[in-house]
């Protein structure tokens, strides 16, 4: 079964919401321009690259990366690897990203269950929601910046279910305060 990896730049309050400058949120753009770079504290995106073997996106990070991407030589692997996006409403892939195009968490679940190596979910939280509420999470990387933002959308459902035990198996605090926090999810 292949791993699915939910990568996630959230506040101390778990808001993740437009965090690289996108429009409609009051605080966009909050990593870069409240907290200090350090390049060591990135060290886990160009990781993933390198390890994941497919990229998963929920249609709204979809319609926003897409344009931008492709052109970007800093998501090289990326660009190289298949890609999925769910999504009920799309009527096809942009062409200038191509990607299969995924109807429901159940057709998630079956990827899953497919050969190759692990998934990465970036960006999209209603699809981190609803992955996470169908049990379907294994992993989450997340950096999360020493920030409140207070409304904004969210990594975490709000689901009212039974605990889910998490287990800390990489960690680090970088010069900035941003925190490198990856749990595998208990079964």
């Known amino acids: 079964m292949r791993q699915l990896i939910v990568t996630a730049f959230v506040s101390v309050d778990g808001v993740m919401e437009a965090p690289g400058g996108e429009p ?20 886990i995106k160009g990781r993933e690259q390198s390890e994941t073997t497919a990229l998963l996106l929920g249609r709204t990070s979809y319609e926003a990366f897409a344009p931008v991407w492709p052109t970007m030589e800093d998501f090289a692997e990326y660009n190289a690897m298949p890609r999925y996006v769910v999504s009920t409403t799309l009527e096809r892939d942009d062409e200038r990203w191509p990607a299969t195009v995924l109807r429901s968490v159940d057709d998630v679940a079956a990827l899953k269950e497919g050969d190759g190596g692990p998934i990465a979910v970036h960006g999209s939280a ?5 992955l996470a509420d169908a049990g379907l999470v294994d992993r989450y990387h997340l950096l999360v910046f020493p920030v409140l933002l207070g409304a904004g959308r969210r990594l975490f459902s709000e689901t009212d279910k039974d605990l889910q035990k998490l287990t800390l198996v990489e ?4 010069s900035n305060g941003i925190q490198k926090q990856v749990f595998d999810v208990q079964r």
């Open 171 to 174: 960690h680090e605090v970088y």
């Open 126 to 130: 209603t699809l981190g929601k609803s």
């Open 24 to 43: 409609g949120y009051r605080n966009s753009g909050w990593t870069f321009q409240a907290v200090e770079f350090d390049e060591a504290a990135y060290e």
